[in-house]
């Protein structure tokens, strides 16, 4: 019995440390839109978003900015796009002001480096 209590407290860690990683509390203002799972929402999915071209995921109705800017996103691209959308992407609809602060950005894009 005392074994099986103890192996019943583990089980929820372990699953845990498998899991996807945590995002970090600045990324609650992007989940507003995004989700990290496959489905768009208000905005599309992020699932995957580094090394994607963008405005290319499935079943989201880009903006024709987005659409035609012909790059992929990588680390250098999605900092300089959170850091002031409209001004690295003009003509983009995304209905965010940006992320001022370059730390919170460092941990978004490391966060969604580890969405595959
Ligand atoms: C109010 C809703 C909203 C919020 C908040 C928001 N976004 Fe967006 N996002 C959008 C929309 C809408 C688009 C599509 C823009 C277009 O088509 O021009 C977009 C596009 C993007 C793209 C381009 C994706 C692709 O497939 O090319 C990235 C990357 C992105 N957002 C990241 C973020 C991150 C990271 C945050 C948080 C710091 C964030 N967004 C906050 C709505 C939002």
Redesign the pocket.
């Known amino acids: 019995m005392r074994i099986f209590l103890f192996a019943a407290a583990l089980l929820p860690l372990s699953a845990f440390a498998a899991g996807p990683a945590t995002p970090p509390a600045?990324?609650a203002?992007?989940a507003?839109?995004?989700s990290v799972t496959g489905s768009n929402g208000?905005?599309?999915?992020?699932k995957g978003?580094i090394g994607?071209?963008?405005?290319?995921?499935p079943g989201?109705?880009?903006?024709r900015?987005?659409?035609t800017l012909g790059k992929s996103?990588d680390k250098s691209l999605?900092s300089a796009?959170?850091a002031n959308?409209q001004q690295t992407?003009p003509?983009?609809?995304?209905?965010?002001a940006?992320?001022p602060d370059a730390g919170q950005?460092t941990a978004?894009i490391a966060y969604?480096a580890t969405l595959k």
């Open positions: 600045a990324f203002q992007c507003a839109c995004h208000v905005g599309p999915s992020l978003v994607r071209k963008v405005g290319s995921y989201f109705r880009y903006s900015a987005m659409k996103w999605l796009y959170l959308p992407i003509g983009n609809v995304m209905p965010f940006g992320v950005r978004i969604l």
